[in-house]
Every structure is written in C-alpha cells, then in structure tokens.
C-alpha cells in the first residue's frame, strides 16, 4: 500500500483559487508484523499489468492479420466467382466442355470455407483483445472503460449497495465483477451480501487461490462469455420449460392415438395385401384414420407449433452457454468442489453439455415444417401418423428425465464467473490477503486497510480495530480528510471477505457479518419525504436488523457516515445519540464518522467511543496557503477544521472577520 498526500493550493493573486496534487509518494508506516500470505498469482506468473499489455499488443496484431486476410479472399472470391461465371456461359454456349463448370465450383466453395473462418476468427480477435483491455481498464480504475454492471438486487440489500456504490452501475461492483452473464453478476452480488457458513467461505477460497494462477482458463471463460452479454433472459425461459408443465401430459390420450396410428396405416396395408382384409374395408379404415388425424392436427397443431416455436428459441439461446459450460468442464482438477459442496463442477458442466446437446438434436426434426421441400414430408408424416405428437413426446421424455436437473446446469456458469471475477481480482491484486472470519470474533481487526477502488499509486492504508460489542468507533475529521472512504472502505472488504475473495489489507480478522450502512440517503418529492425522514427511517431498519440479529446470535455491523444532517446541532446531536445508544444496546459494533465534536463530549457515549481522527495542515509559503491532507487515522478527536478555509479557497472570500464591527473584506485576492 503506499501513501498519498493531497494538497490544495490558494494564491493570493487568484480569486478562485488553484488545486493541484501532490505526486509524492509516502512510505507506509506498518507499525504491527505484516502476515505474508502465499502469492494468489504463483512466482512464474507475470504481473497483470505486463502481460494485460503483451495481450493487447497480440491481439492488436492478430485482427490486423485477420483484416489483411479478409481482404484478400474477399478478392479471391470474387475472381473465382467470375471464373465461375465464365465457365458456365462457356458450358451453355458450348464454347467449353460441361465439366469445367466443376473446378470453379471446388475452388470457390473452398474459398468461402476459409473466408468464413477467417471472418470467425477476425471475430474471435477483436472479443480477445476487448476481454484484455477491460482487464487494462480495471487494473488501472479506469472506470469510463468498463461496461455498465447492470445490477439488480433484492429490497434489502439495496440501500448497502447503494452506500458502497454498488448498485445499478455502480463503480464497486463495476470494477469487482468480470462477469459477461447476468447468471454471473447474480451469483457474484448474492455472495457478496449472502453470509454463508465458514466451510463454504473457505471452498471459496481455496477455489479463488487455485484460478488465480489459471489466467489462461479464465481468459477462455471471459472470451466465452464475449457472445452471451445481451442474452440475459435465456437461461431462465429455457429453465422455466425445462422445469415446468409438460402439455401432453394432460393429454396423454393424444399419445396414445399417435402411438396407434404409428401402426395402424402398415397393418391396414399388410392385410389387404395378404388378402385378411377386403381393399375396400382396409381404405375405409385407413380414411377413418386419416380424418381423425386430420381433426387432430387442426385442433391441436397451432399449440404444439406455439411449443416448438418457444423451445427452439430458447434452445438457440442456450446454445451460446454450451461454450461455457466446455470451459467450466476443463476446470484445473485440484480446484475442489464447488462452493456449496454438493458436487463438482466439472461433472456438472459435463451433463449439461451432452444433455443440451441431445435436446438440440431432437429439435432439429421440429423445424423440418420451415423448409421448403422437407415440409411436404413432414406434412405427410402427421397427417398420417400424427408425427409432430411424436415429435413432442420425445421433448416431454427429455423434459421429465432431465428438465429438473436444468437449473444446476446454468448455475455452474453463474459460479464459475463468479470465481473467475474474485480470482481475477487476486491475479491482479498479489500483495492483497485472504482474510480470517472466525465465528468466535467480537470485533473487526484490519491491518493496512484500504479502498479497492483507489490505485495503490492513492491508497492510504490504515489499521484500525472496531469492536468489541461494547465499543464504537468515533471518526472525527475536517471536510475532505477521508472519514467516509474510511467506512466504505470497512463495507466494501467485509463484502469480499462475504464472497472469499481478498482484501485491500495487510491482515484482516473478522466475525461473518453483513454490514448495514447509512451514508447515500436521499429525500424524496414524489413520496413527499424530507431527507432527515429518510434517515431516521433507515436508521430504524438497521436498529430492527441489530434486534434480529441478538436474538439469532448474529454478529452485527453498522457504519454511519455523517448522519441527521438536515436538523439542528442540538437536536441531531441527542438522537444520534439516542441511535448510538440503542444499537450499542443491542451488542452490535460499528464505527460513525460526523463533523460534530461535540459528539465525543456526551459523558455516556464517551465510555463507548474509541475516538479516531484524520486532520489537514495548513501552511503559509508567502502570498500561498497550502492544505495538505495525508489521510492517515488518529487517535483521539479532531484537534482542526478547515470549512472557512474551503469557502475562502472557492473565491467565496474570506469569512474570517464577517459578524464583527470590522470587516476588511477578503485578503486573498
């Protein structure tokens, strides 16, 4: 982690002031033993950074080729056509034998064969090198590179997320998440917020270690993944058919007269010709079953239609996750089982591929109805035989046997790209940790913590301990000095540690918690609510959550950042106060972050307070006034502030001498 001091610049000859930052770095200050954990990425892996940009640079160079070779045989192919076309008015008129006609033909077929896998593989570059520069982009918290995470989590977790900046698209979850399938940003936000028992957390682990040094698998799952970013939706259609109500199962009727029929036009045949039934007598049947199958098919042949319609559709979707379900079945052998341990990956994936596969072939005679010539054929077979209630039969057959085991299948990939994304972050991240969660933990320890967002160029790394049940973290600091990345930096690396990925720490210890946050609270006109409502409404539900959670013997965190500012000091004082009291009450731990330092002075909540600051320095060189910030925590309260500073650093003038008999105006000019 390295240090970074920023500092902000006011001249006297500029009204408005000028903000420049500071480039140097600062060493870390590591009072306590640092753990050394095993590198995540292995010795002989390269940095991320180094081989993201030997990736870039080759792939670059191979769609370059790829675009010089579709150039050409796109020449090549239009010769050949013309040759083509040479040949055949040469074998009209007679000018050439009929058989020249031929060599043209192989060659132009054999032309078009490669174009087109050129043209693939022109395709298949341009996805490699995207995959590589979104890993670029994330290495470097290049945000505007990285696509939208397009997130949608359940009620409860919303506000958190919305906190930690993880909602709709936000930054933290943009960045945590390589996912390319909504299967996969699903899985990866439910183990985020989800708190899972401790053997599920260290499989996960274990799984996120061991693909931490398989770049080149999960570079072969992300280029799967590359065709299946706007088909979010499949999955769970296909899921639904595979899993639910089967049509003929209400008719089974249906499939008895098709199997009957099956056999009744060959034995109505046989017996005429062996003379056991009158030519007459056996066209008469044959005409009875003829219409019955004709009644048939026009009253129930729209809905079957309606049935292969919807399952080939959606089987054309599914078709695009059979590529990676072939990469989650080449998955490392030592990788374990999988995170929920109630089977392995590989066998899963495995299943899904050789069952989808067979679905689809059985499909394949369904869609005979569309082609022109196979259509009389398939028109013939259900007049006679009823075929397209064969046809389903056999889907329903399929659906039954393996429907129910459908969802497994999906899952895995959601899985997998879940791991791949907290592994990624490892690879990239080697000097981050694995951290400890012991259900016998009473408070959150962190050594050298930071914000994942921050480039480690900006990261400020600090320790701090929150806890135990009977303590609260105060921190207390000037405007900009850092208290709110503070806590979001806590919620975001309890997230992860959740999900068994790393932490931006030295060394982490912590109970399985999930924390619950107000910091982004907003009012609302429409639901004529003023934001000191908002607030204490979600200050009630994370009271509500404590309750629940002392009565489940659950550990639990709060992180409160700068809360009921749309009242006054004295009254915003006593209730948060009150709320302080009452989750402290309830045996949760937490930390607050407020400009109000008077807070500290409260003789009850001083005894509970472990009081934290971050301050600024302000320095006079001549005619410029630098405040400096070097984000570093504190004991104690926050001996500075730095507000009229700020408003005379934005050109608002200097409010140092307002309210007095004597005003000399703003010295800064």
Request: some cysteine.
């Amino acid at each position: 982690m390295r240090r970074r001091t920023a500092v902000f610049t006011v001249r006297d000859s500029d009204a408005t002031g000028l903000m420049s930052t500071d480039g140097t770095r600062m060493a870390p200050d590591r009072n306590a033993e640092r753990l050394e954990p095993p590198n995540p990425a292995g010795p002989s892996e390269p940095s991320a950074a180094s081989r993201y940009a030997a990736e870039i640079v080759r792939g670059a160079a191979l769609e370059r080729d790829m675009r010089r070779r579709d150039a050409s045989l796109s020449v090549a192919r239009g010769a050949v056509f013309l040759i083509g076309v040479v040949a055949v008015i040469g074998a009209v008129t007679a000018t050439l034998p009929g058989w020249s006609v031929i060599p043209p033909l192989l060659v132009f077929l054999a032309v078009a064969g490669w174009h087109e896998w050129i043209i693939d593989q022109r395709r298949v570059a341009a996805a490699r090198r995207g995959v590589f520069e979104r890993h670029a982009a994330r290495l470097a918290r290049d945000g505007a590179a990285l696509p939208p995470a397009r997130l949608e989590l359940p009620r409860e977790w919303a506000a958190t997320a919305d906190d930690l900046d993880l909602s709709g698209a936000g930054p933290f979850f943009q960045w945590l998440s390589s996912a390319r399938t909504a299967l996969g940003r699903e899985t990866l936000a439910r183990w985020l917020f989800a708190v899972p028992d401790l053997a599920t957390i260290e499989r996960r682990q274990a799984c996120v270690a061991r693909l931490a040094r398989e770049s080149a698998w999960r570079d072969a799952l992300a280029l799967a993944g590359e065709q299946l970013d706007h088909r979010d939706a499949a999955p769970a259609m296909f899921v639904d058919w595979a899993t639910g109500p089967q049509w003929l199962a209400r008719r089974a009727w249906m499939k008895w007269i098709a199997r009957g029929m099956a056999v009744t036009f060959p034995t109505l045949g046989l017996l005429a010709w062996t003379g056991w039934l009158a030519p007459s007598s056996a066209l008469a049947a044959a005409a009875i079953a003829w219409l019955v199958n004709t009644a048939i098919s026009v009253a129930y042949s729209g809905s079957i239609h309606e049935i292969f319609q919807e399952i080939s559709s959606e089987s054309d979707e599914v078709r695009h996750y059979l590529a990676m379900l072939r990469v989650a079945s080449m998955l490392p052998g030592d990788v374990g089982p999988v995170p929920n341990g109630d089977s392995d990956l590989r066998d899963v994936a495995r299943e899904g591929i050789v069952r989808l596969t067979s679905l689809r072939r059985a499909l394949i005679l369904t869609r005979a109805r569309h082609d022109t010539i196979l259509a009389i054929v398939h028109i013939a077979l259900q007049l006679f035989v009823l075929w397209e209630v064969h046809l389903l039969d056999r889907l329903e057959r399929w659906q039954r046997r393996w429907g129910s085991r459908s969802p497994r299948w999906f899952a895995v990939i959601g899985e997998l790209e879940a791991l791949a994304s907290l592994a990624t972050v490892a690879f990239e991240q080697p000097d981050w940790v694995f951290p400890e969660l012991r259900d016998d933990a009473r408070e959150i320890r962190a050594e050298a913590i930071g914000h994942p967002l921050l480039p480690d160029s900006m990261r400020v790394a600090n320790d701090l301990v929150i806890g135990p049940t009977d303590r609260c973290l105060l921190v207390t600091g000037s405007n900009m000095s850092g208290k709110s990345t503070l806590l979001r930096s806590v919620g975001v690396n309890i997230l992860l540690a959740n999900a068994g990925g790393v932490v931006c720490a030295a060394r982490m210890v912590l109970p399985r918690c999930e924390p619950a946050t107000s910091m982004h609270v907003r009012d609302s006109l429409t639901d004529h609510v003023s934001r000191f409502l908002a607030e204490l409404r979600r200050l009630k539900e994370i009271v509500d959550r404590a309750t629940e959670a002392r009565r489940a013997r659950r550990p639990f965190v709060f992180l409160l950042d700068e809360v009921l500012q749309g009242t006054n000091s004295r009254e915003r004082r006593i209730a948060v106060a009150h709320v302080l009291r009452r989750l402290l009450s309830e045996g949760a731990i937490g930390a607050i972050s407020t400009h109000d330092l008077e807070l500290g002075a409260d003789p009850e909540l001083a005894k509970a307070f472990t009081m934290v600051h971050f301050r600024e320095t302000i320095t006079v060189e001549g005619e410029t006034r630098r405040m400096t910030f070097d984000y570093r925590l504190r004991d104690g309260l926050c001996p500075t502030t730095n507000a009229l500073v700020l408003l005379e650093w934005v050109g608002l003038g200097s409010a140092r001498h307002v309210g007095t008999a004597k005003d000399d105006g703003p010295p800064l000019r």
